[in-house]
């Protein structure tokens, strides 16, 4: 079992924090480190696999401040258990890496960090969809080969998404904001497919439609998809902001993507095995005018044989939350989880209800409670109530 090197941080005090990457700004450990903890941070780039967790863990830590790319299975969430952890502290809004149930079972708090990356990982999507549809990176590589010798009329060209039709699968907090953003920006009309209704962003269509015309401009609408067809069949820009689960794996294989139109764009910012990528790979290679826009991947870091030469295919690195004000409030996020389950603090609801965790992000000292716990209702946490 190799032992990652660690930074140690306030060595004489009480709580004993894992934490298995170095996390942007500081605000994070000065939450850890005024609230008592020592804290032992990995160094290095390199994912930690269970036997370095357990190996920096050791006969005993309080709690651990993990990363989306660990293997929290049950038998890794028990060893932490058995060492006295008394929190996994996740460094990410999705946990589809984290066994929660088997979490829950064992008693132990899964923290995660909403609200934070919102507006950032749907900024991100908007930013895929464009480079794809008027194929930005094509042309980048065509002025850096020398290969622009003067404009033409038929050179590059793409697709116009205004007044469009966009498909939004997942209508949560991050398809939300990415709709209002594409709605409204570029006003497409919106088919979103979920299991909830999101009455929220229909009202906000409704009356941004209602704007439009009292500025004598046309509308645009709003409507939930009877199922998943009904939408790749319309739409002209896909964007995925579904959550990964054993139901929504390869949720766009072979069959989906035939249903959507040849020149559509899409877009996945969520979780890579949403989409069978072998698939897509062939549905790219067939259609030249199909485009994709990629942050996620299905066995990430690595990518399907054949994606990294297509050239309608947009490729980035899990950007969706990376800018420094999202990955240093995450950070923040993440430590005040650890912090508040270690002191006994309650969880604050509005994460659960809304994704509102703005107090813990401001200047000000955060509120005495855990601003996410996604198991909280299930271990039966006490709940902030000013
Ligand atoms: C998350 O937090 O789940 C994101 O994928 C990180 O960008």
Not at 32 to 38: E, P, Q, S, V
Not at 208 to 229: K, M
């Amino acid at each position: 079992m190799s032992q990652p090197d660690l930074r140690i941080v306030n060595p004489a005090a009480t709580f004993r924090v894992i934490v298995t990457k170095e996390l942007p700004g500081d605000r994070w450990l000065r939450l850890l480190t005024a609230a008592g903890c020592r804290v032992e941070i990995a160094q290095g780039t390199d994912v930690l696999g269970e036997a370095e967790i357990l190996a920096a863990v050791g006969d005993h830590a309080d709690a651990v401040i993990g990363q989306l790319t660990e293997p929290w299975t049950a038998s890794l969430l028990e060893r932490l258990s058995a060492a006295g952890g008394r929190i996994y502290s996740q460094f990410a809004v999705g946990y589809d890496n984290v066994d929660v149930e088997a979490a829950t079972q064992l008693g132990l708090p899964v923290g995660n960090t909403p609200g934070v990356l919102t507006e950032t990982t749907a900024e991100l999507a908007v930013a895929l969809t464009f480079s794809a549809a008027r194929r930005v990176p094509e042309g980048d590589r065509m002025m850096r080969a020398g290969g622009y010798d003067g404009w033409l009329p038929d050179m590059l060209l793409g697709a116009l998404l205004h007044r469009r039709t966009l498909g939004v699968i997942g209508a949560g907090r991050i398809g939300a904001a990415y709709s209002r953003m594409m709605v409204e920006g570029h006003k497409m009309d919106l088919v979103y497919y979920d299991v909830r209704v999101n009455d929220e962003l229909e009202r906000y269509v409704a009356d941004y439609a209602a704007f439009l015309e009292n500025h004598d401009e046309a509308p645009v609408s709003c409507r939930r998809a009877t199922n998943l067809n009904d939408l790749l069949h319309l739409a002209d820009v896909v964007s995925i902001h579904a959550a990964l689960t054993p139901e929504t794996r390869h949720l766009i294989g072979a069959p989906e993507l035939a249903t959507m139109k040849d020149t559509a764009v899409l877009v996945n910012a969520s979780r890579g095995p949403l989409i069978d990528e072998a698939a897509l790979v062939e549905h790219c290679r067939a259609n030249p005018g199909f485009r994709v826009g990629m942050d996620v991947y299905e066995r990430e870091p690595e990518m399907a044989p054949g994606l990294a030469e297509l050239e309608n295919a947009v490729l980035v690195p899990h950007l969706g939350s990376a800018t420094t004000w999202t990955r240093e409030g995450m950070a923040t996020l993440a430590a005040a989880n650890a912090v508040a389950i270690l002191r006994g603090w309650p969880v604050w609801p509005a994460a659960a209800d809304a994704g509102d965790v703005a107090p813990f992000l401001g200047g000000a000292e955060p509120p005495r409670a855990a601003p996410s716990i996604v198991n909280a209702a299930e271990l039966g946490l006490a709940r902030w109530s000013g």
